[in-house]
């Protein structure tokens, strides 16, 4: 075999990576929201990012440099991974792999493509809060414009989950229930999930009624659908797994969960500031810190049962370590980027705003640093991966997921 990088040998699972990028853009921008004052807006911007700085003691400054690289590396490689696969996908599409990938279960990987979109537009609007000055003083005429990029995206994703579910509930035997031994088929509820909660912003953001209005309904609309599909798809996969096992290459799947109720509660979050700000429902801190635990604990579980079965299996010894490789391994970044997002919003959001921990004090930092700490480790993943897998050649070559 000729030797070739994993990546020479594409799936479209490879728009995790971008994805991945994306999500880290994310835990970046977690320092700025949570630890630079904001008044009087929901999200910091470059005034007042730029005055904590200069006003800002030591680890302030330290705090917001960091922050900033990080957006920035992260950003450029997000969008970087982004255009690489669209042009491989593009390639792909004409060729014999693509038609059989559209026959068989498989076909649902084609939803990491608007799943990664919707994060770019999400890390884009990141970009433009943090680094364009004035920006907060046209932002009305931009939540418009971003609404309907999340909807084409949107309705690209429903385009191809209705032709896979088409194709599989109108031909019987078409899906194979023993390759359904995973949650892989939770992809496209990640899809919706994530154009969810890009529509959500202008919700949390705009002044204008009839703006927060139509986010509201519109982004409820792709969040019950993810949810629906999510439990559905999840259901049924957990069935096979008990009678098959779980599908090994696919085992990173089982911690889909935790982004999925991460872009889902973010989302929820969202639509509870536009209700309060816009239609007067109040809701107390005490009540958004019950669902944040709530959400938190699901996606503990999952991640502690995502890991020991790997574990079990030896995954990182087989795709990690090993000789083999997968485009599917680079799912292992979204569990680490949703925990530390979600575990960012409950010690902010739910414990410091239900008034059971003091912001910047010893227990709100020794809590911080957990969040802190699964950055840290998916930031390392990241680089690791694309070093294997987009690296120098190696004699491995890359395993297609199912």
Known sequence: ??????????????????????????????YLMFWV?????????????MAAFNAGALPMKAGIAVALVGIVYFAYLNIKMLVWNLGKLSAFAKTEGYAKLRTTNAETQLLAMPLAMAMTVNGLFIIGLVFVPGLWNIVEYLFPAAMVAFLLIGLLALRQIGHFLARVLSEGGVFDVTAHNSFAQLLPAFALSMVA???SAPAAMSTVPVVVGTSLVISTFFGTIAAVYAVIAAFTAFNSMLHY??????????????PILTVLGI???RQNHGLHTTFEVHGAAAETLMLLSKILTVQVLFGLLGMIVLRRQEYAKAFLTGEGNSAGSYALVCPGVALSVMTQFWINKGLVAAGLVAKFGVAYWALTAVALGLQIGTVFLVLYLNRRHFGAVRKSHAVPAE
């Open 1 to 30: 075999m000729t030797p070739a990088r994993p990546a020479d040998n594409y799936s479209p699972l490879y728009f995790l990576a971008s994805l991945g990028a994306g999500g880290l853009v994310v835990t970046f921008f977690m």
């Open 37 to 49: 004052p904001h008044v009087g807006r929901p999200v910091p911007i470059f005034e007042d990012i």
């Open 197 to 199: 909660v890009g529509l």
């Open 245 to 258: 096992g779980t599908a090994k290459e696919s085992g990173p799947t089982l911690m889909v969960v935790v």
């Open 267 to 269: 989302m929820l979050l």
